[in-house]
């Protein structure tokens, strides 16, 4: 699953950026899409996820600044990014989970993703 971020870039401190992420398709009916970061010397962090009953959910360092959505007719993912801040800066991925467990069986998403894009800078100033 080819996945292609965009939108980085560079920000005054305060400031907002949309990153996107566009795939070809899911093609399974359960899924989970998620944003990650990465600072140089630091751990990667996962800063929000969407699933496919729709749920979100968000690392508390980005609570309340940042909205993951999706536009599946277009099949593209969103990070919405406000508020910025300068420890925001990082390399931003976006990463699929993607499960063939049927409908009304147990899934636990966004346990595992093995689809990785090859990122976007985001540069904040102070």
């Known amino acids: 699953v080819p996945l292609v971020e965009s939108g980085g870039g560079s920000v005054q401190s305060g400031g907002s950026l949309r990153l996107s992420c566009v795939h070809s398709?899911?093609?399974?009916?359960?899924?989970?899409m998620g944003w990650f970061r990465q600072a140089p010397g630091q751990a990667r962090e996962g800063i929000a996820a969407?699933?496919?009953?729709?749920?979100?959910s968000y690392a508390n360092s980005v609570e309340g600044r940042f909205t993951i959505s999706q536009d599946n007719a277009k099949n593209t993912l969103y990070l919405q990014m406000n508020a910025l801040k300068y420890e925001d800066t990082a390399m931003y991925y976006c990463a699929a989970e993607l499960s063939d467990t049927p409908i009304g069986a147990y899934y636990a998403p966004c346990q595992l993703f093995l689809y990785w894009g090859q990122g976007t800078q985001v540069t904040v100033s102070s």
């Open positions: 969407i699933n496919s009953d729709g749920s979100t």
């Open positions: 398709g899911y093609g399974y009916s359960r899924y989970c």
